[in-house]
């Protein structure tokens, strides 16, 4: 460690003598300069896979800069230093708060800017990570190096407050953001900024768009949709499997427009919501997807499947067929089944007996039940059908094909730590170490942690599953598995 420290001191002295002049320069928002451009000798040729991350705190009364921590690893070997100059210009609407880090990451010929405590123009969320993306065209420099800002519409559920974070770029599609002082079902968020779903996004929104995505721990299955015509019994079958395996299966509350019944409970089986404000949020992007079923607007927040991940529990998702065809197209993964009546007759005559609806309402359903029906051998759209004649029979099915035994283990949340603000991270292949221990102690092996990020799944919209965390113990060379 404390080599490592002394080693990235004499980095930074040369890049700052190196470019002195720059220090007077006025900066334009979001305060950058990109000194690498003075300083051929250390930057790489092109710039097209070069992660560059530090991390400053500034000082309140001055705003003077004092390295705290820099981590420099490029995916190709090459290694350049960028620094970054920080003036208290009109562009801070409030002075910098005692201490804010930021951590940037270059991807191409784009700086990402992540920070910590409202380094953004709108600085509007003085304690939660805010994340501006500073689009710096290198080939057109001249005097300013950042020519354009562009605040980038931001999808997913951010982090939460945080007094500092490191990040580490993984690919050209995301960066890790490792928070401080949290533990490991909070530490670890991916903000992705080239993924096929921020794509899509872009091309959607017509601008530059990044998405949160949560990491968690451990092997969380694939969400499960389940959709077949109204009365059915989807909601029957549902609610057996997670009264039965409450710790291992979560419920995805949609929102609805349509009034609720009587039993129905707000949050619980849906968020009754405006079609207006819906509308609002649908094209703000926060729905995975959603579609208007008889004559209400249904939906499937990006939040609502978030929340159940977050609790180490497999989400289901209850939605018809235009739903499930979304979210097939969508990037979000899952197993789709189909829940099939065993007449027609029998799905009508479960539909009265429900006594939920009106007549008018009922003849509705069953219109769009035979749509419904027609579309279940829809190629490619469902995985699998089931037909509930036998409601236990149709249960024991659903199991089976989930991979539930009889008297299952519910599933085991993984240990918790902690990892401190004061951290190091470095990165082999798809490998994160994470060094805890006091930077001042040559043999501090009691917190480093491992994080394995080669079985990843999922990502935006919704949470990044299947990271796997290990305590390293150095005294054995040897890990222990903590999910
Ligand atoms: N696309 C989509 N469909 C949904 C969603 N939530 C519920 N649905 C579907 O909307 C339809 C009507 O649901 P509901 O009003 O609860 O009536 P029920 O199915 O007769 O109990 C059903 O086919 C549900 O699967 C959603 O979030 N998205
Ligand atoms: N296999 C079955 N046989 C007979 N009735 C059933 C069966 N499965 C469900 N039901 C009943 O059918 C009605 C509709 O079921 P429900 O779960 O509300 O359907 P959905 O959620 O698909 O609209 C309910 O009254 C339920 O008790």
């Not at 080939?139 to 300013?144: L, W």
């Not at 235009?322 to 993964?333: F, I, K, N, Y």
């Amino acid at each position: 460690m404390a080599k490592r420290k002394a080693r990235g001191r004499t980095m930074l002295d040369r890049v700052n003598n190196a470019s002195t002049s720059h220090e007077d320069t006025e900066i334009t928002p979001p305060i950058l300069d990109a000194l690498v451009d003075s300083n051929e000798n250390t930057s790489p040729s092109n710039t097209q896979k070069v992660t560059l991350l530090i991390a400053i705190k500034y000082n309140k009364s001055n705003l003077k800069r004092t390295t705290n921590n820099f981590i420099n690893k490029t995916s190709r070997g090459n290694a350049y230093l960028e620094k970054m100059v920080l003036k208290n210009s009109d562009f801070y609407k409030k002075p910098c708060s005692l201490l804010d880090i930021v951590v940037k990451a270059f991807i191409g010929h784009i700086a990402y800017v992540i920070s910590s405590n409202g380094i953004s123009p709108t600085n509007l969320c003085q304690h939660e990570l805010v994340t501006s993306i500073v689009v710096g065209r290198r080939s057109h420099v001249a005097k300013d190096k950042i020519i354009e800002m562009v605040i980038p519409v931001v999808l997913g559920t951010k982090p939460k407050s945080s007094k500092g974070h490191s990040a580490v770029l993984l690919d050209e599609d995301r960066i890790l953001i490792i928070k401080g002082n949290s533990t490991s079902d909070d530490c670890f968020w991916f903000l992705e900024v080239n993924t096929t779903f921020v794509k899509e996004q872009k091309k959607r929104f017509e601008t530059d768009v990044v998405a949160w995505s949560r990491g968690v721990i451990g092997e969380a299955e694939i969400p499960i949709v389940i959709s077949g015509p109204s009365g059915v019994g989807k909601g029957t079958l549902i609610s057996k499997l997670m009264e039965e395996f409450p710790s291992m299966f979560g419920f995805s509350v949609s929102h609805t427009t349509r009034a609720p019944r009587t039993k129905e409970q707000i949050g619980v089986h849906y968020h009754f919501t405006e079609r207006s404000v819906m509308e609002k949020d649908i094209e703000d992007g926060k729905f995975l997807e959603f579609a208007s079923v008889h004559g209400n607007l249904y939906g499937t927040s990006i939040e609502a499947v978030e929340a159940v991940t977050d609790k180490g529990k497999r989400c289901i998702l209850d939605i018809d067929v235009q739903g499930a065809r979304s979210v097939r197209a969508s990037s979000l993964e899952a197993i789709f089944i189909f829940i099939c009546p065993p007449s027609f007759e029998d799905l009508e005559k479960r539909l009265r007996a429900r006594g939920t609806e009106t007549e008018e309402q009922i003849q509705k359903r069953l219109k769009t039940a035979r749509a419904e029906l027609e579309q279940r051998n829809s190629p490619g759209l469902f995985d699998h059908i089931l037909v509930n004649d036998n409601l236990d029979t149709c249960y024991k099915n659903l199991k089976k094909l989930l991979g539930i035994n009889e008297g299952a283990e519910t599933t085991l949340l993984p240990e918790l730590v902690e990892v401190p603000l004061e951290h190091t991270v470095s990165k082999i292949d798809q490998k994160i170490l994470i060094n805890c221990g006091n930077a001042e102690e040559e043999n501090s092996s009691s917190s480093m942690f491992l994080l394995d990020l080669s079985s990843i799944k999922g990502g935006a919209p919704g949470r990044t599953r299947g990271l796997n965390l290990h305590i390293v113990e150095p005294s054995i060379y040897g890990t222990k598995m903590l999910s």
